[in-house]
């Protein structure tokens, strides 16, 4: 009989946001939850990884990395340890995810369907931080209207790879 292995990381995300969500409505509950909420995720995220290493889960690395790259985040901005421009939190969240797919990727390179959502996200939120810093602004509309072509491409590309793999990875 086959047994399933539930993963705990998404209700764990949604309790802990929720806790945060409920968390802004006290002011001192507040002040104690934005200084705990990074050490919690980032105990968190070495949990992830050190029980997917256990149990030799690879998606462990990603949720690990995502969430250890937002507790940093997280440290940076609670704790003042930098100075982070107003609406810089989902440029986080999408450069985190970006960089996450990517060392998936690097752990498992036969796994090519991790790389180009690793680079669409990480170029994605990289000029959004960028944007958020005011060190480079970036046309979207422009950019698009330019490259869509491209895209053409990297689906061709995806096509062909997983025509020539049917239904496996790339080889080792």
Not at 34 to 56: H, K, M, S
Not at 75 to 89: H, M, T
């Amino acid at each position: 009989m086959h047994k399933t292995h539930h993963s705990y990381v998404p209700g764990i995300l949604l309790i802990a946001a929720g806790a945060w969500l409920m968390s802004r409505q006290s002011w001192l509950i507040y002040d104690i939850w934005q200084y705990l909420f990074p050490v919690l995720l980032l105990l968190l995220a070495a949990a992830v990884i050190i029980n997917g290493r256990r149990t030799e889960k690879p998606s462990a690395f990603f949720w690990g990395t995502f969430l250890s790259l937002m507790s940093v985040y997280y440290f940076l901005e609670n704790y003042s340890l930098a100075a982070l421009p107003a609406g810089i939190e989902w440029p986080a969240v999408i450069l985190s995810a970006g960089i996450a797919f990517l060392v998936s990727f690097f752990i498992r390179p036969n796994k090519v369907g991790l790389l180009l959502p690793g680079c669409l996200l990480t170029v994605w939120g990289g000029v959004d931080v960028l944007e958020a810093f005011h060190i480079h602004t970036f046309d979207y509309i422009d950019m698009l209207e330019r490259y869509w072509p491209g895209l053409l491409i990297v689906f061709g590309l995806a096509l062909i790879l997983r025509s020539l793999f049917p239904g496996k990875d790339l080889p080792e």
